[in-house]
């Protein structure tokens, strides 16, 4: 088993309800285990600022899959939930990305881990903040990272 971090990213329909089934789908799949879920947050769009807010998350799977698998996986559960992709960082229904997987270092056209952006993006570190308080990335802690983008991008805990 390895322990692996996905980012879940919804601003079109209902942002919780796409987020919900996209972890129900998630850990029905019988490659993924022991899922754990950072709470909802509300997230100012990133690159085209010209849409709605984002609700975000982060979950922790424990998984048998290997990367391409659990990146298929997703790219299923997208498409699924109505995913399109036809504008870069454009809104959309779901989005799904493997930010970690176990220390695995992955550097494909079609799969990056880390997640190239990992450490520029409130969204994703403030839920990995909340799940693994004191995780430690190569540029430097999870808290101190979480610091330096914080004054630049709007980020709030989701209230229903």
Excluded at 10 to 15: D, V
Excluded at 100 to 117: A, N, S, T, V
Aim: glycine share 6%.
């Amino acid at each position: 088993m390895t322990r692996a971090y996905i980012g879940l990213g919804s601003n079109l329909g209902n942002r919780e309800e796409n987020l919900c089934q996209a972890l129900q789908r998630l850990t029905a799949h019988p490659g993924i285990q022991a899922c754990r879920c950072a709470s909802l947050y509300e997230t100012a769009p990133w690159g085209n600022t010209q849409q709605d807010w984002f609700l975000n998350t982060v979950a922790e799977v424990e998984t048998t899959l290997t990367p391409g698998e659990l990146l298929q996986v997703l790219q299923e559960i997208e498409k699924a939930l109505g995913r399109t992709r036809t504008v870069k960082w454009g809104p959309r229904t779901l989005d799904l990305d493997i930010l970690l997987y176990g220390e695995e270092k992955i550097d494909l056209p079609d799969l990056q881990i880390p997640h190239p952006r990992l450490t520029e993006r409130a969204f994703v570190l403030a839920p990995l903040a909340e799940l693994q308080p004191d995780m430690t990335l190569p540029q430097g802690s999870i808290q101190d990272l979480l610091a330096q983008v914080l004054p630049e991008q709007e980020i709030r805990l989701y209230q229903r």
